[in-house]
């Protein structure tokens, strides 16, 4: 079997005297579609912050593709493959929609700021190419009316679906998203999980969803992790985790004790 | 393969070089505020990329103003009469002296940018601030370069024709850079860091590119304006001067390069205006004193703009919000 | 040695006037996220309020220069202080708090521009110089205490390093045992909570622009008791300084800006007595350079992370 493509090894983060997440281990395997859930502020984003290197652990590793990802600046941890979305959408208010996809293809630029300014052939064709891919990925997830758009007045569910454009477009062999499915009524879920199925085949990435509706975590994930309070309390296919009496207590809370 | 921006960008050139040739029709006057718009133009423009696209806030512009004023003017005293007199020569030495002043404005911009551009807004408008104040405080000290009496005897290269083009030039590089996927990265900067490092950009790279380039078209402007006027003085590149720019920026529009021209001349003729408005007899006393001080009016403009129309006079400022408090 | 306790005394001086104004950035700072650029400036003001009104407040308790005079001036100068502050922030800052931190800083500078060129209009550009409200001499030191009569103390000295002392106490007292204090920590650690728990945050922002000012206030006049010279731009060299002197205590933190107020004191002091003069400014600024490389968190700051 091969190493997985993510492996955190008992990761710990501590802000303050406060220990966000604890002893945190799992892995995902290349292509794998992994579930991670937990009651609200069990870590999940933290995990996301961890990985991206917009926060760094006091303990523990974290490698990515056999290399550790600990101590790199974000857009390094970008480069090397992990996009990500947010849990609170922050896509470039100012910029349009197909500006917003144009921005994260910028990485990938063969040719920089003096192309920019001659303008010559090699620039163009570029551009051209660039346009074709935001162009493709935006036909994908049905945003390609929308491409002039300010991306501000998109409704809610297409600003979450563009973030994941956007994220796409950075080609990763990871993709995090944070509550993709939050503020979506049933037929964007349902839609949001065949594309995000889709993708993951289409464009070979794994993925690492963070989502409270159970019903889309427990729809397409292969694997789960359950998290609380920070420290992994289970991990397993859904069925098991669905019947899992300790994910039970935390969700729900003990009977007594 | 001609590019639509090239064209237009030599067919500019060319109209200027044309134009220059009636130039010397014009009253001295009027030239003087005509070649001030030009370099106001290139500072404004160039400060934009900074304050405006990328949404950092430099507050000493014209501390690189000064690096390139004074570096051009050593070369061009130093080197200027060696070469020769012929119109070509002097006219080389003069265009090489000017980039050399650009490019030590943009070491300058790396030595402050790099340190301080990790800082946030508020910080890096103190920083650059006290930038500013200190390289006055060198050059008033440095006696090479005249101390507190000043450089002069530059002969006066400086003309319509250098002066427009390099305005051009510095419209031509901003523009194209932000419109290009490249620079597109500067405006994910300014509308937020944090995604921008998650979509792969050096959010540090950026933030100094854009203070290096800025600070290169003011050391431009600053050897423009020393072999214009022949003579410069500490006291010309203070923080006032700084502020001039700032409020050009603010008015047009941060991140609006049209705006930001059309408020670099507005703002060029307007002391003008005001002084001679400051000579009507028949207003009263304080009225006119106001006028003569140009900085009360600014002040009183920056606060009200911020508060009605914080876009500026022409738009296009979309900033994120503050949302520690609500 | 004699000469280098000499130096600290005069540091300590100095120090006691950025301490002071420090205080009042730091404070805003705390509550609102910003850095009021204006702050100097309201320093400034309270000079010249103690120009115009000090000879008035000392003929009120006799002739000539008095303690009591000299403390009358001082009060007076702190409300009037007080209530420009206040009048500042309701007039330019409040209606701007959910907008952009970039649109605030504009404002701020814009008022600082303005407060400097209308004190320029009103007051004069040239240097005034200060009315004496107190005697100033040098206090006689015995010669038994050995070296260290040597040392040249001044009445001013002692006063103004003793009023900053005072001045620190209140204020802590003001901050950690009253509701208002309680208040304002509780806004600074989060605004949202604050107003929910049922704090009326625009009260308390008044107020404590209303107290930052009254400090800076009194740092105007017990500058001008110790240098009797004042101009309108007089704020911007003195509240640069003290910008820097909170940011290296860690803005926001209240002990942290009166320690980095005495250290820059200090430290220019040092620079000027051994160095050179010339190097004063240069010296500050290289220290918050170096501040903000090393330990942007300042001596006794913590770190504030961004919500992702």
Redesign the interface.
């Known amino acids: 079997m091969n190493a997985p493509l993510l492996k955190l090894d008992n990761v710990t983060v501590q802000f303050g005297g406060l220990k966000a997440v604890g002893d945190l281990s799992f892995t995902i395997g290349e292509g794998e579609l992994i579930g991670l859930i937990g009651p609200n502020g069990a870590g999940k984003t933290t995990v996301f912050n961890l990985i ?1 290197g ?1 926060y760094e652990p006091t303990a523990g590793a974290i490698t990515f593709a056999n290399k550790s990802v600990v101590g790199h ?3 390094k941890i ?2 090397r493959g992990i ?2 979305t ?1 849990q609170n959408i ?6 349009s929609v197909f ?1 917003n996809v ?6 990938h ?1 063969r ?3 003096s ?3 001659a ?3 090699k ?2 064709a ?2 051209r190419e ?1 346009e074709a891919t935001v162009m493709e990925l935006l036909e994908i997830f049905s945003l390609t009316a929308e491409r002039d758009a300010a991306c501000k007045s998109l409704p809610y569910g297409d600003q979450r679906r563009l973030e994941i454009v ?2 796409l ?2 080609r990763p062999k990871l993709l995090l998203l944070d509550e993709p499915a939050a503020g979506m009524n049933p037929t964007e879920k349902a839609e949001l999980m065949k594309l995000i199925r889709f993708t993951q085949e289409k464009f070979g990435c794994a993925v690492l969803l963070v989502e409270h509706d159970m019903k889309v975590v427990m729809g397409i994930c292969q694997r789960i992790n359950v998290l609380d309070y920070g420290r992994k309390i289970a991990e397993g296919t859904p069925t098991e985790i669905r019947n899992d009496p300790k994910v039970i207590a935390a969700y729900l809370g003990k009977e007594e004790e | ?1 001609f ?1 639509r ?2 064209i237009l960008l030599v067919a500019t050139l060319l109209t200027f070089a044309g134009l220059s040739h009636f130039a010397g029709g014009i009253s001295p006057y009027y030239f003087d505020i005509l070649i001030g718009i030009g370099i106001n133009i290139i500072l404004a423009v160039g400060l934009n990329l900074v304050n405006g696209y990328t ?1 950092q ?1 430099s ?1 000493g512009h014209a501390g690189f103003m000064a690096v390139g004023a004074y570096a051009s003017s050593w070369l061009t005293l130093k080197y200027g009469y060696s070469m020769g007199s012929g119109t070509l020569n002097t006219t080389t030495v003069f265009v090489l002296a000017l980039l050399g002043g650009g490019l030590g404005a943009a070491l300058a911009g790396l030595i402050v940018g790099v ?2 551009l ?6 890096l ?3 650059t ?3 500013n ?2 390289s006055k ?2 050059l008033q ?1 440095a006696e090479p370069l005249g101390a507190q009496r000043g450089l002069g005897g530059m002969e006066q290269h400086t003309n319509f024709f250098w002066t427009f083009a390099f305005a051009a030039i510095t419209i031509y ?1 901003v523009l ?2 932000v419109g ?6 500067f ?2 900067v ?3 860091e ?10 540090t790279k950026y933030k100094v ?1 854009a203070f290096v380039l800025a600070a290169f078209f003011a050391g431009i402007a600053g050897g423009l304006y020393a072999h214009f006027k022949q003579f410069i003085h500490p006291e010309g590149f203070n ?1 006032l001067r700084s ?1 001039d720019i ?1 409020v050009m920026v ?1 008015l047009g529009g ?2 609006n390069t049209a705006g930001v021209v059309v408020a670099a001349t507005l703002l060029t003729i307007l002391p003008e205006f005001l002084r001679a408005v400051s000579r009507y007899e028949w207003l009263p006393e ?1 009225l006119r ?2 006028a003569e ?1 140009r ?2 009016l ?6 009200v703009l ?2 009605t129309r ?1 876009q500026g006079l022409f738009g296009n400022f ?5 949302s ?3 | 040695m004699i000469e280098f306790i000499q130096q600290l005394l005069n540091g300590l001086g100095q120090g006691s006037i950025y301490a002071l104004i420090a205080l009042g950035y730091t404070m805003v700072f705390g509550v ?4 009021n ?1 204006a702050h100097g400036d309201v320093f400034m003001l309270g000079a010249f309020a103690g120009f115009y009104l000090g000879p008035k407040t000392l003929r009120l308790f006799g002739e000539g220069p008095s303690y009591s005079g000299a403390f009358a001036a001082l009060v007076v100068a702190m409300v009037l202080c007080a209530v420009i502050g206040i009048v500042i922030e309701k007039l ?1 800052y409040r ?13 701020a ?6 407060l ?3 004190g ?2 009103v007051f004069g550009a040239n240097p005034q110089s200060f009315p004496e409200l107190i005697v100033d001499r040098a206090l006689e030191i015995p010669e038994s205490w050995g070296a260290i009569s040597g040392l040249t103390i001044t009445v001013s000295q002692v006063l103004v390093f003793g009023v900053t002392l005072l001045l620190l106490f209140v204020l802590r007292y003001v901050v950690l045992k009253t509701k208002m204090g309680m208040a304002m920590r509780a806004l600074s650690f989060n ?2 909570a604050a ?1 929910l728990m049922g704090i009326n ?1 625009d009260v308390v922002i008044s107020f404590t622009f209303g107290l930052g000012s009254a400090l800076a206030g009194a740092a105007g006049i017990l500058t001008s008791i110790q240098q009797p010279s004042i101009d309108p731009l007089m704020g ?1 060299n003195a509240g ?1 300084k003290a ?1 820097v002197a909170a ?1 290296l205590g860690g803005i926001g933190n209240l002990p942290g800006a009166a320690l980095g107020g005495l250290l820059i004191g200090v430290i220019e002091a040092l620079v000027v007595g051994y160095v050179s003069p ?1 190097y004063r ?2 010296i500050v ?1 290289g220290v ?2 170096l501040i ?2 090393v330990k ?1 968190t300042g001596l006794l700051g913590v770190s504030e992370r ?1 919500k ?1």
């Open positions: 991206t917009v600046r974000p857009y970008t480069a996009a990500r947010f922050r896509l470039f208010p100012s910029l500006d144009r921005t994260a293809c910028n990485m630029l040719h920089g700021i192309h920019a300014l303008r010559g052939p620039f163009s570029e551009e660039i956007r994220a477009a950075t | 393969m590019e921006s090239k949404g806030f507050l340190p301080s990790r800082l946030k807004g508020d910080y408008a103190i920083v601030l006290g930038v104040e200190i405080g060198v000290k590089v194209n850079l290009s996927t490249y620079g597109r990265g405006l994910a300014r509308d937020d944090i995604a921008a490092e998650a979509m792969g950009i050096n959010t590119l923080f502020v700032v603010i941060m991140g304080w004193h106001v001080n900085m009360i600014y002040s009183l403009l920056l606060i911020m508060l914080p979309t900033g994120k919000r503050n520690k408090l609500q | 609102l996220r910003f850095i650029f330019c209606p701007l708090r959910d907008r952009p931190k970039l649109t605030v800083l504009i404002t500078i814009g008022v600082s521009l303005f400097e060129n209308a320029q209009l605004p949202v107003s945050n911007v640069l910008f940011v010339t400014d240069a600024f918050l350079i903000l490389i942007p961004e992702v």
